[in-house]
């Protein structure tokens, strides 16, 4: 199942994670619009290693405030999305059908479809 770790209304700033996941890939369902483009977003399916070597991970840490000592792996895997962008951890591969930087709303509605996601704080409408 996926929870909702993005902004309460998806198409804002959505982060989707998968709660079924190992303990070190972290899979993310990852939504940004584009400031200038109506019903334009980048839309990947992500999956995030958080013991890559390649992965800074004190600038990781730092960049998002987080205890380098104890970081929660979900939000250490969020901002390392943030830190490097989606194309660093597969975005370029996660739909083969979609060009994943030009997504429309109706396209991200017709993949999460088949998505079991708590609706707990997330909202799919737009404001």
Same mark, same amino acid.
């Given at each position: 199942?996926?929870v909702?770790?993005g902004?309460? @209304? #998806? #198409?804002?700033?959505g982060?989707?994670?998968?709660? /079924?996941?190992?303990?070190? /890939?972290?899979?993310? %369902? *990852?939504c940004e619009?584009?400031?200038?483009? /109506?019903d334009?977003?980048? #839309? $990947?399916?992500l999956i995030i290693?958080?013991t890559?070597?390649? %992965?800074?991970?004190a +600038?990781?840490c730092g960049?998002a405030?987080l205890?380098? +000592?104890?970081?929660d792996?979900?939000?250490y +895997?969020?901002? +390392? %999305?943030d *830190?490097?962008?989606p194309?660093?951890?597969? $975005?370029?591969?996660s ?6 930087? @030009?997504?429309?709303r109706?396209a991200i509605l017709d ?5 079991? %996601?708590a609706n707990?704080?997330?909202? #799919?409408d737009?404001?």
């Amino acid at each position: 199942m996926y929870v909702n770790y993005g902004d309460k @209304h #998806f #198409f804002e700033h959505g982060r989707l994670v998968n709660t /079924e996941r190992s303990e070190t /890939e972290i899979q993310v %369902i *990852y939504c940004e619009p584009y400031p200038d483009l /109506e019903d334009t977003y980048q #839309f $990947a399916e992500l999956i995030i290693d958080i013991t890559d070597s390649w %992965i800074d991970f004190a +600038a990781v840490c730092g960049y998002a405030g987080l205890d380098t +000592a104890h970081p929660d792996p979900v939000r250490y +895997a969020l901002a +390392a %999305i943030d *830190y490097y962008g989606p194309a660093e951890f597969g $975005a370029l591969d996660s739909i083969v059908s979609y060009d994943w930087l @030009h997504v429309n709303r109706q396209a991200i509605l017709d993949i999460l479809r088949y998505r079991m %996601i708590a609706n707990d704080n997330l909202s #799919f409408d737009v404001d």
